[in-house]
């Protein structure tokens, strides 16, 4: 059974950065393209940034690019969002989930973290 367990969220002044950690298992991590998405309250989850099994190739949404950062540990299974320069925009609560299709066609969701930018 897949679990996914993000970790590293907390409260943030904006500029600040984060790394979030989400740690996978139950698949074979290294085969799977692996996504970060966030939800701000009342707003719909949006995909933050993905990154392909081998981690070769990534992807981010526009109002993140140059400041987020996708990187993983096929090793440790574990996937890493870097938060630069964060913003008040960027609060909201961060889920890892398998695979590059957005939304996802399968799977099952963590419990996400909780990243707070607020001065």
């Known amino acids: 059974q897949v679990q996914l367990v993000e970790s590293g969220g907390g409260l943030v002044q904006p500029g600040g950065s984060l790394r979030l950690s989400c740690a996978a298992s139950g698949f074979t991590f290294s085969d799977s393209a692996m996504s970060w998405y966030r939800q701000a309250p009342g707003k719909e989850r949006e995909l933050v940034a993905r990154?392909?099994?081998?981690?070769?190739?990534?992807n981010y949404a526009d109002s993140v690019k140059g400041r987020f950062t996708i990187s993983r540990d096929n090793a440790k299974n574990t996937v890493y969002l870097q938060m630069n320069s964060l913003k008040p925009e960027d609060t909201g609560v961060y889920y890892c989930?398998?695979?590059?299709?957005?939304?996802?066609?399968?799977?099952?969701w963590g419990q996400g973290t909780q990243v707070t930018v607020s001065s």
């Open positions: 990154i392909t099994g081998s981690g070769a190739v990534t």
């Open positions: 989930h398998q695979g590059w299709i957005n939304p996802p066609v399968s799977g099952s």
